[in-house]
C-alpha cells in the first residue's frame, strides 16, 4: 500500500534530518537530545551547593579553596528522545481520490516511516499506535531492528471501521501513562469521522512536557471537491449519503471544511500542540521537513 | 409473416430495456465514497432535474440501435408499404411503366391527390428503386396509346421524362399500352421483366400475356362519382349537348348552363341517370358568342364541368363515282360503296357523281373522292382532281376492268402512270394479310380474296408512290401517292361482286372506314375527339390550343401531325387562313366506371412481389451512423462524467 509514495521518497535526502525538540527530552539512556538530569554531560549548566553523596569529582575545588563554599559544578547530560506515532487507521484513511497516487493511511504511513528512521537514526525511541481496530502496536523500541518492525506494521496497516469514544479514552489514557517526560507524539490522522470526544482526549497528549504534532491528512478531492455535475457522496464510516450538484455545492463544501479544520487546529494550538495539513498529493519528504519543523517549535 | 421474422422483429421490443434502465437510474446519481460527505449540503431536486436531460440524448440512440438491429434482422423478409422492384435473383431489371394518362385519371377524391399524381408518385418511387443497369420504358395509356420513353437505361432521363409527364383528357387506351409495353420488353433480353401498370382500370379489360401486369395502387380503381359535358356543338339556334354520367346520384340536382361571353342565358336541370345523355338547350337570339356549358355542383372531375361550343359545322364531304349497274348489289339499293359508307354511320355527307367535274370548285365541299372502276380521266377532270388533291383532298379509286376499255385521251393520272392492265385469273390468290397490317384485324379477310381478276400497276413510273400492301405474289395491291398537301390511293380491284367478293369482306368496309379516316384528317375535322391526330401533309400550320401553341411532329408517312391532348378550342392559321376546330371528350371515358384490376395483379400470382424491399443495406449504414453517434456523444461527455472531471 506504501509502495508507491515509498518510491517518492528520497530516504537519502531525508539523512541530515534530527529530531529537535524546544522541550528537554526525559529519556533513560544517553542520547543526542539535552537532558533535565545533570550528569556526566560535556556542557556546563551551573553550580548547586553540594549535598551528602554527591560525586566528588563535580565538587567545585576553586570556590571550596577560595571562598571557602562547598558547591558542585552541573552539565547538561544528553539524553535520548521518545517518539510516538500515532496513525488513524478508520476507514476514512482507506480514501483515495482521483488524484492522488494513494490512499490517506499510505501517505501517513511512509511519512510516519520517514519520522521513525529518522528518529531511530539519531539513537531515539520510537512507537507506534493506531487509532482503530486494524493495526499492530508497537511498544518502545531504538535501532534498526525496531526500524524493520515499523515498516512492517505500517505495512500491514489497513483502514476500516471507526472508532468509539470509549476505545479512543482508552487509547490516550495509555497513551499517557507510557509517554515519558519529553517525549513527541505524532498523530496523522484526517480528524473526520472521530468521535466528538478527540479532540479533548487526543490534545491531552500534549503539555507536561509532553510534544505534540497532529498532522491533518487529506486527499486533493477532499480538499477542493472537484466532481462535476450531479453526485451521491457516501461517508465511509456513517451511513451518511448525500445527494449533490457538485459545482454548486463546491463553495459551501469549502468553508465548511475550512471551519473543521479551524476547529481542530484551535483545539490543538490552545492545548500546546502543533498542527499542519498535508495533502496526499504533496511530496511526502516535505512534509517530513514540514512535520521536523513542527517537532522542534512544539512544546516547551 | 414466419418465424424467423417473427422472432427477428421481437427483438425489437427490447427497446423497453433503455427505458427501464433509464427509469432505474433516473433521480440516482453515481455514488461515490466521500469521507467528508457531512460537509457536503444536499442539493437533489436540481441533480434530478439534470440527470434527466441529459441521458435522454443516449436514450433515443439506444433505443434506436435496438429497432435497427430488429428491423435489419427482419429485412428482407418485412413487407414494407413503401413501393419498389423486386428482384428475384438480384439481376438488372427490364421495368416497363404503364401510366394512365387519360381524363378518367384526373378525377381526385376529396381532400386528396389526382389519380394522376398519385399514379405519377408511385411511378417515381418505383424508379428510385431502379439501379444502374436496369432498362425502364414508359407507356402512356391515354388513347392512342403511345411510347414517352423508349426502353432506355438511362435512369436520370427516365425521371426526367416523368416528371414532364402531365394528364390529359384523352380516353383509355390501357390494352394497348400494355401490348406496347410488352413489346417493349424485346430489347431487354436477359433482365428480369417487371410490367407496372398505374391506371383506374376505367376501360376494357387488360388481355392476357406475359409478363402479367403487376398493379401496385389498386386504390387507384376507387369508384368516384363524375358528370361531364363530352361535346357541345352549335346547331342553328339551339346547342347540341352529349352529357355522361357515370351514375344516376352523380347528375341528381346538377344544372346544365348555358353561358354567353360568361353570362347564364339558358339552363337545364340533369335528368338523375347513368351513361350518356344527348340534351338540346335553345340559343336565345341576343346571345353573344363565344357560347359555353357550365355544369353547377361538385364531383370528383372538375374538368369536365366546363366546355366550349363548337360553331356549327357540316358533315365530312364524299363524293362517289360508282355505276349501279356494275358496283351495284343484286337485291338493288345504291352502289356498294355508298352502302358502306352509309352503314359506318359516320357524319358523312355523300355527293353522288355520275362523272368526275371539270372544275376543282365543284369538289371544294368534299374530303374525299372515290371512285369505282373509273374508265379513265379526261384532262380537265385529271386537272380538277390534281388540284383537289392537292388543296389537301383524298382522291381514292378502285381500280377494275374499265381501265382497259378507258376512251381516247382519258388516263387513270393521278392514279395510275404508265401501262395499267386488267389481269383475268391471276395466279396470285388474295392479297398479302401480312402488308395490310395498318388495317387491323379485318385485314385477314382479304388473304382469302379469289378474284377473276385484278389490275396490275406500273409503280415505278409515278414519283413519291408508296405500296401500302401487296398481293400474296408481291404485285401492288393498294398504292398510295402524296400530291401537295393531298393524298392520291389507288386499289387495285373494284367493288363489284362480279369481279370479286372484295366488296363482301370485312376487310373492304375497313379499308372504306379507313379512307374516310385518312380523309377527315387531312382535311382536318372542326369537331375531334380528344387525342386525335390531325394530319397536314406539307402544310405548316400555326396551332393555338387552351394551354398554348401546339407543336407539331414530322411523321416520315403523313407528314407533319399534331395531336391535341386537351379539350377546348383550337384556332389554327394556315396559308389558306385561320380554322377554329374543338376538341372533345369521349363520352365512354367520363361512363367507364373503374373496375378491379387482373386477379393476381397485386402481388401473387405470377406478378412479381414488389412490396418485399430489401433496406438491410440502408439499415447497416443506419446502425453504424448510430454507433458512431453514440461513441462521439460518450467522447464529448466524458469530462461531465458525474464524479471526476
Redesign the interface.
Known amino acids: 500500500m506504501t509502495e508507491r509514495f515509498d518510491q517518492e521518497l528520497d530516504w537519502g535526502a531525508l539523512a541530515p534530518l534530527r529530531l529537535r525538540a524546544r522541550s528537554a527530552a526525559e529519556g533513560l539512556w544517553a542520547g543526542p537530545h539535552r537532558s533535565l538530569r545533570r550528569g556526566a554531560g560535556v556542557e556546563f549548566a551551573g553550580y548547586r551547593a553540594y549535598t551528602q553523596g554527591d560525586d566528588l569529582r563535580f565538587l567545585d575545588r576553586h570556590a571550596l579553596m577560595r571562598h571557602g563554599l562547598r558547591v558542585v559544578r552541573e552539565f547538561e547530560t544528553d539524553t535520548d528522545r521518545s517518539v510516538r506515532l500515532v496513525l488513524d487507521v478508520t476507514?476514512?484513511m482507506s480514501?483515495a481520490g482521483?488524484r492522488a497516487r494513494g490512499a490517506k493511511l499510505a501517505f501517513a504511513a511512509v511519512v510516519g516511516a520517514a519520522l521513525a528512521w529518522i528518529a531511530l537514526r539519531g539513537g531515539d525511541r520510537v512507537a507506534l499506535e493506531f487509532i482503530g481496530d486494524h493495526g499492530l502496536p508497537l511498544p518502545w523500541g531504538t535501532g534498526m531492528p525496531t526500524f524493520e518492525r515499523i515498516v512492517s506494521a505500517l505495512e500491514h496497516a489497513r483502514a476500516g471501521g471507526s472508532v468509539s469514544p470509549e476505545r479512543l479514552t482508552q487509547l490516550v489514557t495509555r497513551l499517557g501513562r507510557s509517554s515519558p517526560a519529553g517525549s513527541i507524539t505524532v498523530v496523522f490522522s484526517?480528524f473526520?469521522?472521530l468521535p466528538a470526544s478527540a479532540l479533548e482526549e487526543l490534545g491531552a497528549l500534549s503539555g507536561r512536557q509532553r510534544a505534540l504534532v497532529a498532522v491533518e491528512v487529506l486527499?486533493p478531492?477532499?480538499i477542493d471537491?472537484?466532481?462535476?455535475?450531479?453526485?451521491?457522496?457516501?461517508?465511509?464510516?456513517?451511513d451518511?449519503?448525500?445527494?449533490?450538484?457538485a459545482p454548486?455545492?463546491r463553495a459551501?463544501?469549502e468553508a465548511?471544511?475550512a471551519e473543521?479544520t479551524a476547529k481542530w487546529r484551535d483545539g490543538f494550538v490552545a492545548r500546546g500542540a502543533r498542527f499542519l495539513r498535508a495533502s496526499t498529493g504533496e511530496d511526502p519528504g516535505a512534509v517530513v521537513r514540514r512535520v521536523l519543523e513542527g517537532i522542534s517549535g512544539a512544546g516547551a | 409473416m414466419n418465424f424467423l421474422v417473427a422472432a427477428a422483429l421481437a427483438v425489437g421490443a427490447l427497446v423497453v430495456l433503455p427505458l427501464v434502465a433509464h427509469f432505474l437510474r433516473r433521480g440516482?446519481?453515481?455514488?461515490?465514497?466521500?469521507?467528508?460527505?457531512?460537509?457536503?449540503?444536499?442539493?437533489?431536486t436540481?441533480?434530478?432535474r439534470?440527470?434527466h436531460l441529459?441521458d435522454r440524448a443516449l436514450f433515443s440512440l439506444r433505443a434506436l440501435t435496438i429497432v435497427g438491429l430488429a428491423v435489419l434482422g427482419a429485412t428482407p423478409l418485412v413487407r414494407c408499404s413503401r413501393l419498389s422492384l423486386a428482384r428475384g435473383a438480384g439481376g438488372s431489371l427490364a421495368v416497363a411503366i404503364v401510366l394512365d394518362d387519360s381524363l378518367s385519371m384526373r378525377a381526385a377524391p376529396k381532400g386528396k391527390p389526382s389519380r394522376f399524381e398519385r399514379a405519377r408518385d408511385a411511378a417515381a418511387r418505383l424508379l428510385d428503386s431502379t439501379r444502374e443497369g436496369d432498362s425502364v420504358a414508359i407507356l402512356l395509356a391515354g388513347a392512342p396509346a403511345r411510347v414517352a420513353l423508349a426502353a432506355t437505361t438511362d435512369l436520370a432521363l427516365a425521371r426526367r421524362t416523368l416528371k414532364e409527364l402531365a394528364p390529359s383528357d384523352r380516353a383509355t387506351d390501357l390494352a394497348g399500352a400494355v401490348s406496347l409495353a410488352r413489346s417493349s420488353f424485346a430489347s431487354g433480353a436477359g433482365r428480369e421483366r417487371r410490367l407496372v401498370v398505374l391506371s383506374d382500370f376505367a376501360a376494357p379489360a387488360v388481355p392476357a400475356g406475359d409478363p402479367a401486369p403487376w398493379v401496385p395502387l389498386p386504390a387507384l380503381a376507387e369508384r368516384l362519382p363524375d358528370c361531364g359535358i363530352a361535346s357541345a356543338e352549335r346547331r342553328g339556334t339551339s346547342v347540341a349537348v352529349t352529357l355522361a354520367c357515370t351514375n344516376a346520384e352523380a347528375a341528381r340536382g346538377r344544372t346544365l348552363e348555358l353561358l354567353a361571353k360568361g353570362t347564364r342565358v339558358a339552363k337545364l336541370g340533369l335528368e338523375a341517370r347513368g351513361g350518356v345523355a344527348s340534351v338540346s338547350l335553345a340559343v336565345p337570339p341576343s346571345a353573344a358568342s363565344p357560347l359555353s356549358l357550365r355544369l353547377d355542383g361538385e364531383d370528383a372531375l372538375t374538368e369536365d364541368d366546363t366546355a366550349p361550343v363548337a360553331p356549327d359545322t357540316v358533315g365530312l364531304g364524299v363524293a362517289v363515282l360508282a355505276d349501279q349497274t356494275e358496283s351495284g348489289a343484286v337485291t338493288g339499293g345504291a352502289p356498294l360503296v355508298e352502302q358502306v359508307i352509309g352503314a359506318l354511320e359516320r357524319d358523312v355527307t355523300l355527293h353522288p357523281l355520275t362523272v368526275v367535274p371539270d372544275q376543282a370548285s365543284e369538289l371544294e365541299h368534299d374530303a374525299l373522292v372515290l371512285l369505282d372502276d373509273p374508265a379513265g380521266l379526261g384532262p380537265e377532270a385529271r386537272e380538277a382532281l390534281t388540284t383537289f388533291v392537292e388543296r389537301g383532298g383524298l382522291a381514292a379509286a378502285l381500280v377494275g376492268p374499265r381501265a382497259e376499255a378507258r376512251r381516247i385521251g382519258a388516263t387513270l393520272e393521278p392514279f395510275a402512270f404508265g401501262t395499267v392492265r386488267w389481269q383475268l385469273a391471276p395466279a396470285a390468290h388474295g392479297a398479302n394479310v401480312a402488308s395490310l397490317g395498318w388495317l387491323g384485324a379485318e385485314a385477314r379477310s382479304l388473304g382469302e380474296l379469289k378474284p377473276q381478276g385484278r389490275t396490275l400497276l406500273d409503280a415505278g413510273h409515278a414519283p413519291g408512290t408508296r405500296v401500302t400492301a401487296t398481293w400474296s405474289d408481291g404485285a401492288p395491291f393498294i398504292v398510295d401517292r402524296e400530291l401537295g398537301r393531298g393524298l392520291v390511293t389507288t386499289i387495285t380491284l373494284p367493288s363489284s361482286v362480279e369481279v370479286s367478293d372484295f366488296a363482301l369482306r370485312p376487310g373492304f368496309v375497313a379499308l372504306i372506314d379507313h379512307l374516310l379516316d385518312t380523309a377527315r384528317r387531312r382535311r382536318g375535322l372542326t369537331t375531334s375527339v380528344a387525342g386525335t391526330t390531325w394530319v397536314f401533309g406539307s402544310e405548316r400550320p400555326v396551332i393555338v390550343g387552351p394551354d398554348g401553341p401546339l407543336r407539331l411532329v414530322e411523321s416520315p408517312d403523313r407528314g407533319r401531325t399534331a395531336t391535341p391532348s386537351l379539350r377546348g378550342s383550337y384556332r389554327l392559321t394556315t396559308e389558306r387562313g385561320e380554322e377554329q376546330r374543338t376538341v372533345t371528350l369521349d363520352p365512354q371515358e367520363l361512363t367507364l366506371e373503374p373496375s378491379p384490376p387482373p386477379a393476381g395483379a397485386r402481388n401473387a400470382g405470377g406478378a412479381p412481389a414488389g412490396q418485399l424491399l430489401d433496406v438491410s443495406a440502408e439499415l447497416a449504414y443506419a446502425l453504424l451512423a448510430l454507433l458512431a453517434l453514440e461513441l462521439l456523444l460518450r467522447a464529448v461527455r466524458v469530462?461531465?462524467?458525474?464524479?471526476?472531471?
Open positions: 476507514a476514512s480514501f482521483s484526517d473526520l469521522d486527499d478531492d477532499e471537491l472537484p466532481f462535476k455535475g450531479p453526485v451521491r457522496l457516501r461517508a465511509l464510516e456513517s451518511l449519503v448525500v445527494d449533490t450538484d454548486r455545492a459551501d463544501y465548511a471544511l473543521h | 440516482r446519481a453515481a455514488e461515490l465514497p466521500f469521507p467528508p460527505a457531512a460537509l457536503v449540503k444536499a442539493t437533489q436540481s441533480t434530478r439534470e440527470r441529459e469530462d461531465a462524467r458525474p464524479g471526476f472531471r
